[in-house]
């Protein structure tokens, strides 16, 4: 609940600013009811302060905005905004039931349970049961998806922790929800959770990794649109319908690869990954013969999840 992307350090986001997102988004929002949360949140947390010494209300503000990126609902925000009150200040869940309907009302409340349960000592304990049991408190989806995005803006601020509370605040991350925004496919929020994670748990590692990429950064962004061009000129070529992405891995996933095969960045193969999207079973096979037409594959390295897929059903 305490104290953005890694390493970058923004400017604390304004109404004006949640506002703007909202409209730029073209999604029909409640904009009354959000400036109803909104005045209530900034009322009730009047004078408080976060660490970092700015005005708390950044905070609801900023998971707010998160969940705009995500694309969640008017009852998901106005929840976002006063998603605090109920532990933190005066403001009952009573009341916010009666100004805003059960709805909203839920939303605060399961996520004010989920924020008072404490995890001491999580690699002590089974961390499969606490992801359990957040998800099952968890009535509606929404409550956990904002607990995500709360934890996420508290991991992207926690610098202004003690060190011993950003290393406990991590590995809780890491254990518990991290795994959890996996399992509700919130890909890009668990890899940012686990990279913040890593930040404070091995801060050296983390460093060493990510200046490395930096200074390659220029070439890997080259290097990541000729390949992606490429395959798409092919593709396009062949006339087959299709949507080519790239990435690189995150740091934490680097430095997860190194530590386990004890290998060093420049011994890691596939930093990079492409995804082409197609429409049938038949051009993905296709898509597969123009790859390894444009590409040598390396040997032993080939894994056909089409043909023969995972045990957990992936294919």
Same mark, same amino acid.
């Given at each position: 609940?305490? #104290?953005?992307?890694?390493?970058?350090?923004?400017?604390?986001?304004?109404?004006?600013?949640?506002?703007?997102?909202?409209?730029?988004?073209?999604?029909?929002?409640?904009?009354?009811?959000?400036?109803?949360?909104?005045?209530?949140?900034?009322?009730?947390?009047?004078?408080?302060?976060?660490? /970092?010494?700015?005005?708390?209300?950044?905070?609801?503000?900023?998971?707010?905005?998160?969940?705009?990126?995500?694309?969640?609902?008017?009852?998901?925000?106005?929840?976002?905004?006063?998603?605090? &009150?109920?532990?933190?200040?005066?403001?009952?869940?009573? +009341?916010?039931?009666?100004?805003?309907?059960?709805?909203?009302?839920?939303?605060?409340?399961?996520?004010? $349970?989920?924020?008072?349960?404490?995890?001491?000592?999580?690699?002590?304990?089974?961390? +499969?049961?606490?992801?359990?049991?957040?998800?099952?408190?968890?009535?509606?989806?929404?409550?956990?998806?904002?607990?995500?995005?709360?934890? @996420?803006?508290?991991?992207?601020?926690?610098?202004?922790?003690?060190?011993? $509370?950003?290393?406990?605040?991590?590995?809780?991350?890491?254990?518990?929800?991290?795994?959890?925004?996996?399992?509700?496919?919130?890909?890009?929020?668990?890899?940012?959770?686990?990279?913040?994670?890593?930040?404070?748990?091995?801060?050296?590692?983390?460093?060493?990794?990510?200046? $490395?990429?930096?200074? $390659?950064?220029?070439?890997?962004?080259?290097?990541?649109?000729?390949?992606?061009?490429?395959?798409?000129?092919?593709?396009?070529? @062949? #006339?087959?319908?299709?949507?080519?992405?790239?990435?690189?891995?995150?740091?934490? /996933?680097?430095?997860?690869?190194?530590?386990?095969?004890?290998?060093?960045?420049?011994?890691?193969?596939? @930093?990079?990954?492409?995804? %082409?999207?197609? #429409?049938? %079973?038949?051009?993905?096979?296709?898509?597969?013969? &123009?790859?390894?037409?444009?590409?040598?594959?390396?040997?032993?390295?080939?894994?056909?999840?089409?043909?023969?897929?995972?045990?957990?059903?992936?294919?």
């Amino acid at each position: 609940m305490e #104290n953005t992307q890694t390493g970058d350090v923004k400017m604390p986001i304004t109404y004006e600013d949640l506002k703007q997102s909202l409209v730029d988004s073209g999604r029909p929002y409640d904009f009354d009811m959000i400036d109803r949360a909104y005045a209530l949140a900034e009322k009730a947390h009047g004078g408080q302060r976060r660490r /970092s010494g700015e005005p708390y209300i950044c905070h609801p503000l900023s998971v707010a905005s998160i969940l705009v990126e995500l694309g969640m609902d008017s009852e998901s925000i106005a929840a976002a905004l006063m998603h605090d &009150v109920a532990e933190d200040t005066p403001v009952t869940v009573a +009341e916010i039931k009666q100004k805003f309907g059960p709805d909203v009302a839920l939303l605060v409340d399961g996520v004010t $349970k989920l924020t008072q349960i404490k995890f001491s000592n999580v690699e002590d304990r089974q961390a +499969e049961n606490l992801r359990k049991m957040l998800l099952a408190m968890s009535q509606d989806v929404r409550v956990m998806i904002i607990k995500l995005c709360d934890r @996420l803006h508290n991991m992207r601020t926690g610098d202004a922790w003690p060190e011993q $509370k950003r290393r406990d605040k991590a590995l809780e991350t890491m254990e518990v929800y991290a795994p959890i925004a996996h399992r509700l496919g919130m890909q890009r929020i668990k890899w940012e959770l686990e990279d913040l994670s890593l930040k404070y748990l091995d801060p050296i590692g983390y460093d060493e990794i990510v200046s $490395k990429l930096d200074a $390659k950064r220029q070439e890997y962004e080259d290097f990541m649109r000729r390949t992606q061009d490429q395959i798409d000129q092919r593709l396009n070529d @062949l #006339n087959i319908q299709h949507i080519v992405y790239g990435r690189m891995k995150h740091p934490y /996933s680097i430095y997860w690869k190194m530590f386990n095969q004890n290998k060093s960045l420049d011994e890691i193969f596939d @930093l990079f990954a492409f995804r %082409v999207i197609v #429409n049938t %079973v038949g051009d993905c096979y296709n898509v597969l013969g &123009v790859i390894h037409d444009l590409y040598k594959p390396i040997l032993g390295r080939f894994k056909d999840y089409i043909g023969t897929p995972k045990p957990n059903g992936y294919q």
